[in-house]
């Protein structure tokens, strides 16, 4: 298995922030998975996990304990005509490519999600009215309170709008089984395109990010981007952190931003809202690494019960 020590998160990460980590590993099947899981936790140090870094924000601080990269889990595999088999660290718009290569439709969404499977599982991640539970039927985990390799189908899991009860603390996903409709090839491909272009009109896509910021608030019937953009909260600049001028939930890393640049401007983006709307904006990105008190609650206060296994107060 491939493992580095004292490694630097941040390159793992779409939003290029995170401190050095004791060591990070990049199990590349299922036996190695198990065995580092059995020697981690064995040593009762603190670990984390991360898929395509796309959804986190990692602390700046030296990061103690191993940080397990999933990128290793990459096989893909056809069953019969219509199912497809991934692994966790299969990025989305790789297998996106690969099923409409097959002439298989419904990953279409993934195009530009530049997360993996195991995160796409565990967010519901989705786009253009298209979700992960609309066609995922079944994955494997490794469950960590058992020790034990299972299969949930689709119905012993809870998804809502970017959220699972697939829990990381205690369930790795290891593959995803996604059923599939058959299409041409070429149409799979402009609607792949269509979003695509959608993308790039409405996201800044080419500056270091990790995606929405914040889920869309259930309160009130106004996606979290507008809010804030309502709030003038574009451009809003804390160190090297700064909101977007495209997209108002996009917080962007402008070269060498920390963990608490992004914690602070979360902080005063959530005061806003609270101010203007009576509303506490629940950040989407999750927390790993170490974190003052006072930047955990960003996480803590919105119920982000989640993760919090991944996150260490000081
Ligand atoms: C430019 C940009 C655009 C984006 N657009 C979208 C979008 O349109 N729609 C959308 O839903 N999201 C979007 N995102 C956010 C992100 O890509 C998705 O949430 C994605 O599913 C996260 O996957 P990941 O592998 O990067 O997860 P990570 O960020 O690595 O991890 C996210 C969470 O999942 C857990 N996790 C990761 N792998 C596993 C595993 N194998 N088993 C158990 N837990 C695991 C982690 O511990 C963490 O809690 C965007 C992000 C960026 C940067």
Redesign the pocket.
């Known amino acids: 298995m491939k493992i580095i020590e004292k490694s630097e998160v941040a390159s793992l990460t779409?939003m290029k922030i995170g401190g050095v980590a004791d060591r990070v590993c990049f199990p590349a099947s299922t036996e190695e998975l198990i065995c580092l899981m059995d020697s981690v936790r064995s040593g009762n140090e603190p670990w984390s996990?991360?898929?395509?870094?796309?959804?986190?924000l990692v602390s700046s601080h030296d990061i103690p304990g191993t940080v397990i990269c999933?990128t290793g889990l990459n096989w893909i595999e056809q069953i019969g005509r219509d199912l497809l088999f991934a692994g966790?660290g299969v990025r989305l718009p790789r297998l996106s490519a690969y099923a409409a290569k097959l002439g298989l439709s419904g990953m279409e969404f993934f195009e530009g999600?530049?997360?993996?499977v195991?995160?796409?599982v565990?967010?519901n991640?989705?786009?253009h009215g298209h979700s992960t539970s609309q066609i995922l039927e079944s994955v494997t985990i490794l469950n960590l309170k058992t020790g034990k390799i299972e299969v949930l189908t689709h119905k012993d899991i809870q998804f809502g709008y970017?959220m699972s009860s697939?829990n990381?603390s205690e369930?790795?996903?290891i593959c995803g089984r996604f059923r599939m409709l058959p299409d041409t090839e070429a149409s799979i491909k402009s609607r792949m395109k269509e979003n695509n272009l959608a993308r790039q009109r409405t996201?800044p896509?080419k500056d270091p990010?990790?995606?929405?910021t914040f889920s869309n608030p259930i309160e009130i019937n106004i996606p979290a981007g507008k809010l804030l953009d309502s709030i003038g909260a574009k451009n809003w600049r804390i160190g090297s952190a700064q909101v977007s001028s495209m997209h108002a939930n996009f917080i962007i890393n402008l070269g060498n931003a920390s963990s608490q640049d992004v914690c602070k401007l979360i902080t005063k983006m959530q005061e806003a809202a609270k101010e203007k709307y009576n509303i506490l904006l629940k950040p989407e990105i999750?927390p790993i690494g170490v974190f003052d008190k006072s930047e955990a609650i960003i996480w803590t206060n919105s119920d982000q019960t989640v993760?919090s296994s991944?996150i260490i107060t000081r």
């Open positions: 779409t996990l991360i898929g395509g870094g796309s959804n986190v999933t966790a999600i530049p997360g993996t195991g995160g796409a565990v967010m991640a989705g786009a970017r697939v990381p369930q790795i996903v996201q896509i990010s990790a995606g929405c999750k993760t991944f």
